[in-house]
């Protein structure tokens, strides 16, 4: 079963960086992709960033040049640095894993919530 376990939400003045991490029970290479996705509340859940199995990284339009996506082969834990936060970016925070038979699989999700 693979567990995947997202952590370091929290509350954020506008402006301000947090680091979300996100902790998968096997090695991230066995998956195509690993991804962040978000969803706010009354609205659908949009992907925010992918990283595939090659390294090739994706973002939505709306965090690119603010958030980075990278990952750490050896813990086996994939992370999100966000930057220059704003309002819109206040949603829940969920961590992705794809595999190579189109299977998803989803972390619990964390809060982000940013202050104006």
């Known amino acids: 079963q693979v567990q995947l376990v997202e952590s370091g939400g929290g509350l954020v003045q506008a402006g301000g960086s947090l680091r979300l991490s996100c902790a998968v029970s096997?090695?991230?290479?066995?998956?195509?992709?690993m991804g962040w996705y978000r969803q706010a509340p009354g609205k659908q859940r949009e992907l925010v960033a992918t990283?595939?199995?090659?390294?090739?990284?994706t973002y939505v339009h709306s965090v690119k040049g603010r958030f980075t996506i990278s990952r750490d082969i050896a813990k086996n834990t994939v992370y999100l640095q966000m930057n220059s936060l704003t309002a819109d970016d206040t949603a829940v925070y969920y961590c992705?894993?794809?595999?190579?038979?189109?299977?998803?699989?989803w972390g619990q999700g964390t809060q982000v919530t940013v202050s104006s």
């Open positions: 096997e090695n991230t290479f066995r998956f195509n992709a």
């Open positions: 992705n894993a794809k595999s190579n038979t189109d299977n998803d699989y």
């Open positions: 990283i595939s199995r090659n390294s090739i990284i």
